[in-house]
């Protein structure tokens, strides 16, 4: 297999189609810096698959299509192709040439193809496997590559070798193996949280099923006799509301009497309030009046203190103006004295500035003769400086070269001390590894005695997890039964707690009032939630309270009354309340008969001390059967009326009165409610304690188990550990025989370097007598130099002095001249200012003089206006008193017609209160009548609720046959009592199922079904995990066998090469003793002949390089790849080593085809076929060849390089004169081949590609090959 064709479109810079092809042996490819030679290199790394922007030089996938230039629009796509030849089938596809290609969008399409065929990344992935040709494998070098294969991580170095000895297949294979484990494991642990789950909902669901079906027949006696028991009432609720209408109207007739003299009493009413209003509004203009003429005579009042403020404003300023007028005259005096003096001062420095003006032009002409002299001084300075510091260079480089030869001759004599050292070092570890070797061969038979050890404790290990697993499933059976008995607990404790708190069972009125009112001050809460009875006493209490059962404990009176009339305000209802305190009357009389409780004392909690709850229990005495309450009430003799009732809830009166169960309207559970609430959740509790102490055996069984499969693992582990130690012994085993064999060898060469070494001493020696001598001449040259510079440096530094006070003394003088010069301004300016003055002092006494007239004159009129209004306000105050007593006499006449009207409006409310008796006994019926219809309309809404359905149609329709076989029904009619207490009985027993189920059966299928699925998909799921764990087994130690072994090959490839590149020198590649070779740290030795380094950081960049180049041809001896790219990898080579680099290419392009990137011309001139890459047009590269024929193929290396030469020249004259032709002035040099010119020389424009054939004489001579060269581009 090779590479046949690389085609390139809108790929970075190559905008048009461009195809490159190759053939065997080494292809160049040249061209100057920029013009996208290292784009054929992406071009092949990205077809391959690299999804790093990154690596291809760039921000995201998108830069690598083409985005256009100054004169070229970008482009949409980029496409690439790699064409290779497969006739030996290399590629394990069955077609003898395989094209791939991939194109991308920049709407982000990105597309792959083999053989014009869409396809996978993955599919090209898998076709290349272990073939050498990846986007990461060693078919494709940069220089950046080069460097990295020696870095101290080894990732490079690791992955060469890897793909070297084959084993990325199955590092990949393990990877996505291991994958697959973790994403097994992950579904076997939800598998089991899923099964143990569904296991408990399974369990629960068939202990719902037997309830569901118990709870359908309960439910169907329940509802056709709770519907006979309400069509009952209904019937009692019409014939009392019949009743309520009769006394009603009798009522609003008696209501209507003494309305007509009330009427009269209204009419005089109304007669006197007109005359009332008429004469509050004729006080009220009075009033208004007198307000007004009041605020006249105020306003008369202002204004005459306002006059007597002006007048006493006028004198003053009449006074403040004679003082300014006497100010202005003596100012003006003082400025003209000021005038006076500040003339004198101006001739005065007028003068000293005429005197000041000579001095200054005097110095500054002595000045500029002094800096004339200075700088002729200097420039004689700098000379005999130059001409010194060339002395003293000189000298110094002398001295430097002294200093280095003393330095080699230092370091050639410890490097001998060290040799000698060394020799002696590999010798004694030539006789160590000798003896080592035995140590290691006894350690690998321990070794494996211990694995052998490791094997058997698995396999008990093994054996305790299977029992282990069955113990934990029993106590996971255990445990989903506990939790199936807490939810329903939970569900029985939520619904009575949701119960307590909505107050079911409780009235429309009570409700309401709870649920607004409950927890606060004035109400305490709901009596039957405020008691506490024994289990067995619930029945006779409810029996006993009967409508009080739901009655609302308030504080007081007052709040009852309060209450009531808000629910009859709203018409919420009705409720009865216990008061708290407020009601002081004495208590009634205990009852007591023999065998029976009084009722008082079957209670408690917090409402039994309400002294109203007592009295009502006080003639109550319970019994524990039915006939023993019904003996006592008929044979009790005892003053008053006692209640006998049973425990199951019969009531008999000393009356004759007899009655049993509970009332519909009525909850059958209130009384107990909380104590039922307390004990379920005490039922709570210890189911949890028990779960907790069950949870805890599981966790203790999990832990152990875990413990168990830790325990395993570590033990695989430790196997898997022992297994590798077994390899690195292997490895190291063989390194200690290699290390025992070249100890000899090694010694030899370390003795002819030392020889060496001492012949260097002795040569240096001789030259550093010689550079002694001339150290001392140029010491003497130096000293005479230095004499006549310090000389002038002085004459300087004596003129720098005088030039500086010079320049000093100028200074000042044309400080002293400015300053004078400001002076003589400043004076100037002041004069005018104090002219301007006595001018503004003059115009102001003028002014004031007008000012004070003025005044004058204002002063007098106003006092004539103020004698004006003080006679206007001494007639205001006598007619203000006038109208106050006229106003007086009015409000007295009001307030006796007020008194009359007050006594007839006493009258009306005499009469009003006797209707308002008639018209509250009225409003009670009314009340009566709607209490009715809401219990009607209650029953109705809590049948249609209950039963979801028309009440009419229900309790006409439901089925007489449902009812309970208990019930005594005659002709159609029953007991309404009987029929209540079977309705509680029945209830009673439904209500002890707790929550139902109803979709149990069906969900029970369900999940039964689902479980047993699950329960297979786990077996399945543990066989594909314990595969999978045997496979990666397999897969690593294969691998490691596989490195193990092409390391070793690599390793002594890597010393043969290393020695031929540089002429002899150590090297070593060993793995750092680790339990596994495939992670363990690769240790590189290079060491030049004549160097002894640690690390090979420590080289030199070319040594690097071509230590590097020996690992990579190391690999290639092992497993040859198809075709390998060099980008610039021998740009840190010089021609030495090139050369050798160059033989190493010929040798290995017998079995590799090479495509090198490169600038040196030894390389090109080794190159069997020259690729050139330029751009004619900014930003586009161009592929541009020529072929040179007829070369023969005995052409020695020189003659084909003198032929590139003329090439080169050929070029060149031909470029020269298109450029000039075409005047393009920007054009970029044109790549040359470069043959004979020095290294370095890149100017050529454009690259050119030669195929040497061998037939031409002379590839520099004949016009023929010009017109070639000239028609091809």
């Known amino acids: 297999m090779r590479l046949k064709s690389i085609e390139i479109q809108g790929f970075k810079s190559f905008v048009d189609r461009t195809r490159l092809e190759f053939d065997e042996g080494i292809t160049a490819i040249l061209g100057p810096n920029g013009c996208g030679k290292s784009n054929v290199v992406d071009a092949v790394r990205w077809v391959l698959g690299e999804q790093s922007a990154k690596t291809l030089r760039g921000g995201k996938m998108d830069d690598v ?106 590092k990949a294979r393990r990877k996505e193996t291991q994958r697959k484990l973790d994403r ?33 027949r309960l439910f169907k006696e329940i509802r056709a006799l709770d519907l006979a028991v309400a069509q009952r009432k209904h019937q009692l609720f019409d014939s009392q509301e019949a009743e309520a209408r009769e006394r009603l109207e009798d009522f609003r007739t008696r209501s209507e009497e003494g309305v007509g003299e009330l009427a009269e009493l209204q009419a005089r009413i109304e007669t006197a309030r007109p005359t009332i209003d008429e004469r509050e509004a004729e006080r009220r203009q009075l009033e208004s009046a007198l307000q007004a003429f009041e605020e006249e005579l105020q306003e008369t009042e202002r204004q005459a203190l306002v006059l007597q403020h002006r007048i006493d404003e006028h004198a003053r300023r009449v006074t403040d103006s004679e003082q300014g007028i006497r100010e202005a005259e003596v100012r003006q005096q003082e400025i003209e004295g000021q005038i006076a003096r500040m003339t004198e001062h101006l001739h005065t420095i007028e003068a000293e500035l005429e005197t000041s003006g000579a001095m200054l032009t ?30 003293i260079e000189n000298d110094a480089s002398q001295r430097s070269q002294l200093r280095e030869l003393q330095v080699k001759q230092e370091n050639r004599n410890e490097r001998m001390g060290i040799l000698a050292e060394d020799r002696e070092a590999v010798l004694a570890s030539g006789r160590e590894a000798e003896g080592r070797l035995a140590e290691l061969r006894g350690e690998r038979e321990s070794v494996l005695a211990e694995r052998a050890g490791l094997l058997e404790e698995l396999a008990a290990r093994e054996r305790e997890q299977s029992d282990l697993e069955a113990a934990t499933g029993d106590i996971q059976a255990q445990l989903s039964d506990l939790n199936g008995k807490r939810e329903a ?52 209490l409810e029996i006993l309270l009967d409508e009080m059962l739901d009655a609302v404990v308030v504080k007081d009176g007052a709040t009852a009354v309060a209450l009531v009339r808000e629910l009859r305000e709203e018409e ?24 029976g409780r009084p009722g008082a004392e079957v209670i408690t909690g917090p409402g039994a001390d309400l002294p109203a709850l007592r009295n009502l229990l006080a003639r109550t005495v319970i019994f524990d059967d039915d006939q023993a309450a019904a003996d006592a009430a008929a044979g009790w003799s005892g003053p008053g009326v006692v209640l006998c009732v049973s425990r199951t809830g019969l009531l008999v009166t000393s009356e004759g009165r007899v009655r049993g169960g509970r009332g519909a309207d009525q909850a059958s559970t209130l009384i107990g409610r909380r104590e039922k609430l307390e004990e379920i959740e005490a039922e709570i509790a210890a189911v949890e304690a028990r779960i907790e102490a069950t949870g805890g055996k599981l966790a203790a069984n999990r832990a152990r188990r875990e413990e168990l499969r830790e325990t395993l693992a570590a033990g695989r582990g430790r196997l898997a550990g022992v297994d590798e130690r077994i390899s690195g012994l292997t490895v190291e085993l063989g390194n200690l025989e290699h290390r025992r064999d070249t100890a000899g060898a090694r010694a030899e060469e370390m003795e002819n370097e030392r020889r060496r070494l001492a012949a260097e001493v002795a040569e240096l020696a001789g030259r550093e007598r010689n550079l002694t001598d001339l150290l001392a001449e140029s010491g003497r040259a130096r000293e005479d130099s230095t004499t006549r510079r310090d000389d002038l440096r002085r004459r300087v530094e004596e003129a720098e002095m005088s030039r500086d006070d010079a320049r000093a003394q100028v200074e000042e003088l044309r400080l002293t001249h400015q300053r ?23 115009a102001r006494r003028e002014r004031l003089a007008q000012e004070i007239e003025v005044a004058r004159d204002n002063k007098d009129s106003l006092a004539e206006e103020l004698e004006v209004k003080r006679g206007v306000l001494a007639k205001g105050m006598d007619e203000r008193e006038r109208r106050r007593k006229v106003v007086r006499a009015a409000s007295e006449g009001i307030a006796t017609l007020h008194e009359e009207m007050s006594a007839w409006r006493d009258r009306v409310q005499v009469i009003e209160k006797a209707r308002g008796g008639f018209r509250e006994q009225a409003h009670e019926m009314e009340t009566l009548l709607a209490t009715l219809d809401i219990k009607r309309n209650n029953l109705e809404e809590r049948v249609e609720e209950q039963y979801k359905g028309s009440y009419h149609e229900l309790v006409t329709n439901f089925d007489a046959a449902d009812l309970p076989g208990e019930l005594e029904v005659d002709e159609g009619v029953f007991q309404l009592e009987q029929a209540e207490q079977i309705l509680d009985d029945k209830r009673d027993k439904i209500g002890a199922l707790g929550p139902i189920n109803h979709l149990a059966l069906e969900e029970y299928e369900t999940k039964k079904e689902r479980l047993d699925f699950l329960e297979k998909q786990r077996d399945d799921v543990e066989k594909a995990r314990d595969d999978l764990t045997r496979a990666i087994a397999e897969i690593n130690r294969t691998a490691k066998k596989r490195f193990v072994e092409t390391f070793e090959e690599v390793r002594r490839n890597y010393i043969a090469v290393f020695q031929t590149l540089f002429k002899g020198g150590r090297a070593e590649l060993e793995l750092v003793k680790t339990d596994d070779p495939l992670e363990s740290h690769i240790h590189v030795t290079a060491q030049p002949t004549g160097k002894v380094v640690d690390t090979v950081s420590l080289l030199s960049g070319g040594e690097r390089c071509l230590t590097a180049l020996s690992l990579l041809f190391a690999v290639y001896l092992v497993k040859p790849s198809p ?82 030469a003329n090439r080169r020249k050929a070029v060149d004259e031909s470029e020269d004169k298109r450029a000039a032709e075409n005047r393009l002035d920007d054009r970029q040099t044109e790549m040359t081949l470069d043959g004979g010119a020095a290294a370095g020389d890149e100017t050529a424009g454009e690259a050119v590609a030669v195929e040497a054939d061998g037939t031409a004489d002379d590839a520099g001579e004949g016009p023929d090959q010009d017109e070639a060269m000239e028609a091809s581009q």
């Open 184 to 216: 097994t494991q992950s579904d076997l642990v939800r598998l089991y949280d899923i099964i143990e789950e569904i296991g408990r909902e399974v369990r629960s669901l068939q202990r719902q099923v037997g309830k569901a079906r118990r709870h359908q």
């Open 1123 to 1204: 075709f390998c790219m060099l980008d610039e990898a021998d740009a840190p080579l010089d021609d030495a080593n090139i050369g050798r680099f160059v033989n190493m290419l010929r040798e290995f392009s017998r079995s590799t085809q090479f495509l090198v990137i490169t600038h040196n011309k030894l390389t090109m001139e080794t190159a069997n076929h020259l690729y050139g890459v330029t751009m004619m047009e900014p930003g586009c590269s161009n592929i541009v060849s020529v072929s040179f024929h007829d070369v023969a193929e005995t052409q020695s290396d020189q003659d084909l390089g003198n032929a590139i």
């Open 65 to 170: 299509i083409f985005k256009g230039t100054t004169k070229r629009r970008p482009v949409g796509m980029a496409e690439v192709t790699l064409t290779f030849e497969n006739d030996d089938r290399g590629l394990p596809i069955d077609f003898a040439e395989v094209a791939i290609k991939r194109k991308v969008t920049r709407d982000g399409g990105s597309d792959y193809f083999l053989n014009g065929s869409p396809c996978r990344l993955k599919d090209l992935r898998d076709l290349f496997f272990d073939s050498g040709v990846n986007n990461t494998s060693y078919s494709i070098i940069e220089e950046s590559m080069i460097k990295s294969i020696l870095n101290e991580n080894n990732t490079e170095l690791r992955t060469l070798l890897e793909e070297g000895s084959g084993i990325t297949k199955y």
């Open 362 to 391: 005097e110095r500054s002409e002595e000045l500029q003769i002094m800096e004339g002299n200075l700088a002729r001084d200097r420039e004689a300075l700098d000379d005999a400086t130059s001409r010194n510091l060339e002395v």
């Open 572 to 595: 919420i209802g009705q409720a009865s309340f216990l008061c708290g305190e407020g009601f002081g009357g004495g208590g009634a009389e205990t009852a007591t008969i023999t065998g």
């Open 489 to 540: 607990a939970r569900s029985t404790c939520d619904l009575l707690r949701k119960l307590h708190q909505e107050y079911e069972g409780y009235g429309q009125g009570p409700k309401e009032i709870l649920k607004r009112h409950g927890g606060t001050d004035r109400v305490t809460g709901g009596l039957a939630d405020l008691l506490s009875v024994a289990p067995g006493d619930a029945p006779a």
């Open 820 to 842: 004078r010069e400001s002076q003589k301004r400043e004076t100037e300016t002041a004069l005018v200012h104090l002219r301007e003055n006595v001018a503004e002092q003059f």
